[in-house]
């Protein structure tokens, strides 16, 4: 299946990254039982500080590609800067990726040229991106495996695809979105549907990362159901190019 743009090549696209201005901010993933931070998640902020959707305003199908790999490349430079030792989430469009082989090319080179590691690096794909050929995405998957990487389901709970998606492929973690964690220390129905879903992953070998915890009473049914992987206001927000320490975490 031939997709817009591929016959043109992936690297002529890969190398024009002129077209965006951008920078990265890092949120931690932090392990409450280690009580230390597990990794970071590289999240697009404009070049003065300005939300993700005003950067993501400007992406259209002519330019997702090129964006795509202009972000993996900005994520893996900035965390090698800020000297980055723990794991990085780097998102990424499925739609986007024509050639999974091809198209991985700049991430090796990046990563090889800034020595950052490529077996620390998880790529995260959203639920909430409509995935158009579930055997491509499979196919993204299994490449990246190949290479070392660790892939991701980011956003379970609110997008399209739901267990019918993690049926047909197993990432190495699901990362349950604040839909689904917000107020379920109170709430029945969220309740047991999280504590199937973490049931799920764990005969699955899958990790789980409970995302938008912003209360302590979430996390404690979280922690009871057997999570210890969480992001959120309630520990840390993202910080523009710079990591935040275990010192800075909201324990």
Same mark, same amino acid.
């Given at each position: 299946?031939?997709?817009?743009?591929?016959?043109?090549?992936?690297?002529?696209?890969?190398?024009?990254?002129?077209?965006?201005?951008?920078?990265?901010?890092?949120?931690?993933?932090?392990?409450?039982?280690?009580?230390?931070?597990?990794?970071?998640?590289?999240?697009?902020?404009?070049?003065?500080?300005?939300?993700?959707?005003?950067?993501? $305003?400007? =992406?259209?199908?002519?330019? &997702? @590609?090129? /964006?795509?790999? #202009?972000?993996?490349?900005?994520?893996?430079?900035? %965390?090698?800067?800020?000297?980055?030792?723990?794991?990085?989430?780097?998102?990424?469009?499925?739609?986007?990726?024509?050639?999974?082989?091809?198209?991985?090319?700049?991430?090796?080179?990046?990563?090889?040229?800034?020595?950052?590691?490529?077996?620390?690096?998880?790529?995260?794909?959203?639920?909430?991106?409509?995935?158009?050929?579930?055997?491509?995405?499979? $196919?993204? =998957?299994?490449?990246?495996? &190949? @290479?070392? /990487?660790?892939? #991701?389901?980011?956003?379970?709970?609110?997008?399209? %695809?739901?267990?019918?998606?993690?049926?047909?492929?197993?990432?190495?973690?699901?990362?349950?979105?604040?839909?689904?964690?917000?107020?379920?220390?109170?709430?029945?129905?969220?309740?047991?549907?999280?504590?199937?879903?973490?049931?799920?992953?764990?005969?699955?070998?899958?990790?789980?990362?409970?995302?938008?915890?912003?209360?302590?009473?979430?996390?404690?049914?979280?922690?009871?159901?057997?999570? &210890?992987?969480?992001?959120?206001?309630?520990?840390?927000?993202?910080?523009?190019?710079?990591?935040?320490?275990?010192?800075?975490?909201?324990?």
């Amino acid at each position: 299946m031939t997709r817009p743009g591929e016959n043109a090549g992936c690297a002529g696209e890969c190398a024009d990254h002129s077209q965006f201005s951008f920078v990265m901010a890092f949120q931690p993933v932090v392990d409450v039982e280690a009580r230390s931070i597990y990794g970071y998640e590289a999240l697009v902020r404009g070049a003065d500080g300005e939300s993700a959707a005003s950067v993501l $305003a400007g =992406i259209t199908e002519d330019n &997702r @590609y090129a /964006f795509d790999q #202009a972000c993996r490349v900005k994520a893996i430079e900035t %965390a090698a800067r800020l000297g980055l030792d723990r794991r990085l989430n780097i998102n990424f469009l499925p739609n986007a990726v024509y050639h999974p082989e091809a198209c991985l090319r700049l991430t090796l080179m990046a990563a090889e040229e800034n020595r950052f590691p490529r077996h620390l690096i998880t790529f995260e794909f959203t639920e909430d991106e409509r995935i158009i050929d579930r055997d491509h995405l499979k $196919a993204i =998957i299994e490449t990246y495996r &190949r @290479y070392g /990487f660790k892939t #991701a389901l980011d956003d379970f709970g609110a997008g399209f %695809a739901g267990l019918s998606l993690l049926a047909d492929f197993q990432p190495d973690c699901i990362k349950i979105d604040r839909c689904l964690v917000t107020g379920i220390d109170g709430d029945r129905p969220r309740q047991a549907i999280v504590s199937g879903l973490v049931k799920t992953a764990e005969m699955l070998g899958l990790s789980v990362v409970a995302e938008g915890v912003e209360r302590r009473e979430e996390v404690d049914f979280l922690r009871a159901q057997g999570i &210890r992987l969480f992001q959120g206001f309630l520990f840390a927000r993202p910080a523009i190019e710079s990591l935040v320490p275990d010192k800075g975490i909201n324990w």
